[in-house]
T-cell receptor
Framework: ETGVTQTPRHLVMGMTNKKSLKCEQH?????MYWYKQSAKKPLELMFV???????ENNSVPSRFSPECPNSSHLFLHLHTLQPEDSALYLC?????????????FGDGTRLSIL | GQQLNQSPQSMFIQEGEDVSMNCTSS?????WLWYKQEPGEGPVLLIA?????ELTSNGRLTAQFGITRKDSFLNISASIPSDVGIYFC??????????FGQGTRLTINP
C-alpha cells in the first residue's frame, strides 16, 4: 500500500468513448503527477499539479484533460483517444514540486484503446 | 532533453548471486532515486540519494550517488526470488523534474 490509489485498474474503451481516470493520495502531499508508461520506453511525464494549480503540461495532446479539484485528488479525462494511447497511466504524488522529496506512485490504470 | 542510460536492460541470474546495475547521464542531477516495479503494480521507491558520493543501504540493497553527480549504481546482494521485477533509476534535475531510465528487468532462476 503506497498511499496512492488509482481507479479503475483496467479500462478498455473505443476511440469515440469518454472516460476518466481517478487518483487519490492519502499522504498529505501537495503535488500530483500523471505519467504514461509504454512498453520499452521510459516513463513519460504528462502533467504536474502543485497545490491544485497546473505547473506543467509536457506537450500532451488535448484529448487528455487533467483536473485537480484539491491536493488529494487528480483526474485524467479521456476523449477520442487513439490506439497509440494504449499504455499504463501512473499517478504519483510528492510533498511539493520545488523540493527533492521523492514521488510515490499508484499501481496505475492499464488502458486499452480498441 | 535530458536522458538516462540504464544498463543492463535485462539480467538473468541464479538465486543467491549478486546483482549490479547502473545509470549514467551527460547531465547533472541533484537527487538519484531507485524504484522497483512488479507486474500489475506501480514503481515502489527503494532508495533515495541526496548527496554526491553518498552510499546508502536498504537491507540487501546498496546504492551510490556518483561523485560527478552524473551517475548512480544499485547493487543487490544474495538475490532471492522476490527480487524479480523491473528496476528503474530516476534522476531529479535542478528544476525538480524527474527523468527515468529505461529499466533493468531482473529474472532469477531458482
Amino acid at each position: 500500500e503506497t498511499g496512492v490509489t488509482q481507479t479503475p485498474r483496467h479500462l478498455v474503451m473505443g476511440m469515440t468513448n469518454k472516460k476518466s481516470l481517478k487518483c487519490e493520495q492519502h499522504l498529505g502531499h501537495n503535488a500530483m503527477y500523471w505519467y504514461k508508461q509504454s512498453a520499452k520506453k521510459p516513463l513519460e511525464l504528462m502533467f504536474v499539479y502543485n497545490f491544485k494549480e497546473q505547473t506543467e503540461n509536457n506537450s500532451v495532446p488535448s484529448r487528455f484533460s487533467p483536473e485537480c479539484p484539491n491536493s488529494s485528488h487528480l483526474f485524467l479525462h479521456l476523449h477520442t483517444l487513439q490506439p497509440e494511447d494504449s499504455a499504463l497511466y501512473l499517478c504519483a504524488s510528492s510533498q511539493e514540486v520545488d523540493t527533492n522529496q521523492p514521488q510515490h506512485f499508484g499501481d496505475g490504470t492499464r488502458l486499452s484503446i480498441l | 532533453g535530458q536522458q538516462l542510460n540504464q544498463s543492463p536492460q535485462s539480467m538473468f541470474i541464479q538465486e543467491g548471486e549478486d546483482v549490479s546495475m547502473n545509470c549514467t547521464s551527460s547531465s547533472i542531477f541533484n537527487t538519484w532515486l531507485w524504484y522497483k516495479q512488479e507486474p500489475g503494480e506501480g514503481p515502489v521507491l527503494l532508495i533515495a540519494l541526496y548527496k554526491a558520493g553518498e552510499l546508502t543501504s536498504n537491507g540487501r540493497l546498496t546504492a551510490q550517488f556518483g561523485i560527478t553527480r552524473k551517475d548512480s549504481f544499485l547493487n543487490i546482494s544474495a538475490s532471492i526470488p522476490s527480487d524479480v521485477g523491473i528496476y528503474f533509476c530516476a534522476g531529479q534535475t535542478l528544476a525538480q523534474k524527474l527523468v527515468f531510465g529505461q529499466g533493468t528487468r531482473l529474472t532469477i532462476n531458482p
